[in-house]
């Protein structure tokens, strides 16, 4: 690929991870991802974010470089937004190529470098708002924005052009092959952009969602023409369409979310299952979507996300060794560190021969301020009246999310 050009003197470098990847060696990314760094070039020149060391990526980074007629020893200051080693585990090597390069990075930034770069010298501590003038008209200033997802996080923002590099934020999953620009999508394609940021978020960002709300507001009065993130499609014809989506999404961590219910389920020889039906149909009663996913089958990535964004859970699971069964186990402690909190919630499932699931989820969940209605738990397998009451409480259910979400 070639360096994309956002506009006189300032270009993008994207280069994509293919699929068969695990994004922080745990996500599932059935579209890829893009890794953006940016070029911003007045009289001196800056580079943005760098690149994963990995699959031979650095040699496609290079080669955007080159057809931008730079080399590695050509930048004169690399700005380090974040350390992840998404976007830093080819630096040692880059530095090696270009050992007098200004590196600038925040105060928390700086101990990471070290010990994930083996790298001190030539580094320039940012103090909150500090620019640095390019030459040419070209300013970079630079604001901390802690936790966005990592403690050292900062953003540049471009003067004259209102580019905001912002990192992490406002990114999403998806590769880019030949559209690199929001106003090159169709409405498909928007759409698909907005769904990968929202599984992106979830996965990534989530439990940071107070400091994306923080970060957002700190942000409020730049004169924000183009949002670059490190991740995913460059917004230049509608920027707020993603702030406002990554707000939207920052605002699920307190509630309500959106007027619908995912369903996760699970069942060792099938009298969990029988519930599934019922449970979806009562909440469709009630008009509201439901997604339905079903465990171990389906990875907690992709739960996570219609978890986040639905403001009803309803999970069912069987009691299993007089415990929750593992693999719900490990769906609702990721929910637990991703702060899935305040929904509203219904837990159905075979109670087997003891029951047990039922008084785990409640210890598990304690602080996730969920709010149950009654469970469905039978011996054994599930009689007419089961069935009845799954269609019940999955209406019951989908109306208290209503009355939620008209607060
Ligand atoms: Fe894209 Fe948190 O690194």
Redesign the pocket.
Known sequence: MKAVKITEGIHCLPVNLESYQLFEGMWPMPNGIS?NSYVVQGDKTALIDLIEDVNGKPADFEAELQSISLAPKDIDYLIIN?M?P??TSWLPIFHRKNPDVQIYLTAKAAPLLKTFGGIEENVHVISDGESLDLGQGKILTFYETPNI??PETMMTFEQSSGTLFS??AF?SYGTLNDVYFDDQLSTTQHDFFINEALRYYAN?VASFSTFVTKGINRLADLDVKVIAP??GIIWRENPRAIIDSYSRFASYLNGPAEPEVTVIWSSMYGNTEKLVNNIVQGVRKEGLPVHVHRVPEEHVGVILASAWKSSGLILGMPTYEYEMFPPMAWVIDMFRRKKVWNKKVLRFGSAGWSGGAQRELTALTEKLKWDFIDPIEWKGAPTETELQLALQQGQALAQQVKEFCAR
Do not use: M
């Open positions: 890794i974040h992840e998404d976007h997802h990592w990192c992490d990114g990534i490190s991740h």
